[in-house]
């Protein structure tokens, strides 16, 4: 395993987890797009079964996402270790290709879209209004599928370019 198959996934995820942190001037209400964008790359590198990204730092992404903006701790680190166990789970699936894995990236957005819905309902004990975190998810889709995505691409591949061809002998 190369130092680039290792810096690639946590790299990614760190500077996407910096990135949600910062306001970049969004309204309040539309910013929860913002902190879907470490969830994609912790989906994509998840998938990726030649990548290293242990659980342990997705749960120090959701804490420092926490931490940097002030929320309850431990909401973004569980959100993201469901994003995590999602992509696990689903790795069986994922082996159908590109359109089979944008299918699961969907579905693991919508649902973890739908749990940081109900846990944010549940910490103030009242019923959230469901709209910013549904723009949320649709905005993040949109961004992930045409600016997200194919920066992982591009790191994917470049990490891709360091590896060896390894023959070796059948037993």
């Avoid at 590109?98 to 309902?121: D, K, P, Q």
């Amino acid at each position: 395993m190369t130092w680039r198959r290792l810096v690639a996934p946590i790299g990614s995820v760190a500077v996407l987890t910096l990135i949600a942190a910062l306001p970049l001037g969004i309204p309040a209400g539309d910013r929860f797009f913002l902190p879907l964008l470490p969830a994609v790359a912790i989906h994509y590198w998840t998938l990726r079964h030649d990548a290293w990204l242990p659980e342990w730092v997705v749960f120090l992404a959701g804490l420092t996402l926490d931490v940097l903006t002030n929320g309850p701790l431990g909401y973004w680190a569980l959100i993201y270790l469901l994003v995590h166990l999602a992509a696990t789970v689903s790795t069986r699936y994922a082996l159908g290709g590109t359109f089979s894995r944008l299918i699961l990236l969907g579905l693991a957005i919508l649902s973890v879209t739908v749990v940081a819905w109900a846990v944010a309902s549940l910490y103030f004990f009242e019923f959230l209004d469901w709209r910013p975190y549904a723009t949320g998810a649709l905005l993040a889709s949109i961004a992930s599928l045409f600016v997200l995505l194919p920066i992982l691409r591009f790191l994917d591949n470049a990490a891709a370019r360091d590896r060896n061809v390894r023959l070796e002998r059948g037993s």
